[in-house]
């Protein structure tokens, strides 16, 4: 247990909202107090997001010592994963890396198989060192860079939101993901449409004019336009194109044209030939 790393007016601040989550949950984000990784405002504004969510649970990721903790609900049939202190490697190598209070991510679920769709970060700004000009300045700039990095988006929240419009904080969230879901499905549903058109489109054959090639006498073909190839059940007069005006000179009678000898004509064999 790590209860008691909260002090009594702090547990009995978040006692509301915990038994809204398992225990399990409850534990782990306590435990970032413990370490040291958040204050105690950072930790009641992860519980009052959780439990915004019907369903919560833990997901441990061994092994990865970055983004270590996971907690996993559902959103409109969505898999989403709340990732406290979520860490985003620092553009100059020299520096510690950067980290998000929490990262929200939303995925489709697709053959049982979830497909990620876009994320929103959150950053709690309670501290007063964080509205110094120079740590305004210093916040924007790597939201900037966490945005090219990660492609992360981020909505900052100071404690006088969290406390009086909170509801508000809720609607921005479900709204985003609304938003997403709704840019995916109709992806998804002209993807399908497309697909479904396909199944109209008639079978092709060889073009007769140009025998597949796409151009004669130095021009697209004037039947498939340089496709090379067109409707099986299109009728084709091959005798209104047994001669064409010489694509070479342009009809004008010369014999310095090595393709009509000075006749402006050539024939379709010859024409081929000219691509």
């Given at each position: 247990?790590t209860?008691?790393?909260?002090?009594?007016?702090?547990?009995?601040?978040?006692?509301?909202?915990?038994?809204?989550i398992?225990?399990?949950?409850?534990?782990?984000?306590?435990?970032?107090?413990?370490?040291?990784?958040?204050?105690?405002?950072?930790v009641?504004f992860l519980?009052?997001?959780?439990?915004?969510?019907?369903?919560?649970s833990?997901?441990?990721?061994?092994?990865?010592?970055?983004?270590?903790?996971?907690?996993?609900?559902?959103?409109?049939?969505?898999?989403?994963?709340?990732?406290?202190?979520?860490?985003?490697?620092?553009?100059?190598?020299?520096?510690?890396?950067?980290?998000?209070?929490?990262?929200?991510?939303?995925?489709?679920?697709i053959?049982?198989?979830?497909?990620?769709?876009?994320?929103?970060?959150?950053e709690?700004?309670?501290?007063?060192?964080?509205?110094?000009?120079?740590?305004?300045?210093?916040?924007?700039?790597?939201?900037?860079?966490?945005?090219?990095?990660?492609?992360?988006?981020?909505?900052?929240?100071t404690?006088?939101?969290?406390t009086?419009?909170?509801?508000?904080?809720?609607?921005?969230?479900?709204s985003?993901?609304?938003?997403?879901?709704?840019?995916i499905?109709?992806?998804q549903?002209k993807?399908?449409?497309?697909?479904n058109?396909?199944e109209?489109i008639?079978?092709?054959?060889?073009?007769?004019?140009?025998?597949?090639?796409?151009r004669?006498?130095?021009?697209?073909?004037p039947?498939c336009?340089?496709?090379?190839?067109?409707?099986?059940?299109?009728?084709i007069?091959?005798?209104?194109?047994?001669i064409?005006?010489c694509?070479?000179?342009?009809?004008?009678t010369?014999?310095?044209?090595?393709?009509?000898?000075?006749?402006?004509?050539?024939?379709?064999?010859?024409a081929l030939?000219?691509?």
């Open positions: 247990m209860k008691h790393y909260l002090s009594n007016n702090e547990q009995k601040y978040l006692n509301t909202f915990m038994k809204k398992p225990e399990r949950c409850t534990e782990a984000v306590i435990n970032l107090k413990k370490t040291k990784r958040a204050s105690f405002e950072e009641y519980v009052r997001i959780m439990t915004i969510f019907d369903y919560i833990l997901v441990e990721e061994k092994g990865n010592t970055t983004n270590d903790i996971r907690f996993k609900t559902f959103y409109k049939g969505h898999a989403v994963y709340i990732r406290p202190h979520y860490k985003v490697e620092n553009i100059n190598p020299k520096s510690q890396d950067w980290s998000i209070d929490f990262v929200l991510t939303i995925h489709r679920i053959n049982n198989k979830e497909i990620f769709i876009d994320s929103l970060g959150i709690y700004d309670g501290h007063p060192s964080h509205f110094t000009p120079d740590r305004l300045l210093s916040d924007r700039k790597r939201d900037i860079q966490i945005l090219i990095k990660e492609h992360v988006n981020l909505l900052r929240i404690k006088d939101i969290v009086e419009s909170f509801i508000e904080i809720e609607k921005a969230i479900f985003f993901f609304d938003r997403k879901i709704s840019i499905d109709e992806v549903s993807t399908l449409s497309y697909i058109s396909l109209d008639p079978t092709l054959t060889t073009c007769q004019l140009c025998n597949g090639i796409g004669l006498n130095f021009q697209d073909c039947i336009h340089n496709m090379g190839s067109t409707p099986e059940n299109q009728k007069d091959l005798s209104e194109f047994e064409f005006t694509g070479k000179c342009g009809g004008i010369s014999n310095d044209c090595e393709f009509c000898a000075g006749e402006g004509k050539v024939t379709r064999e010859i030939s000219m691509t």
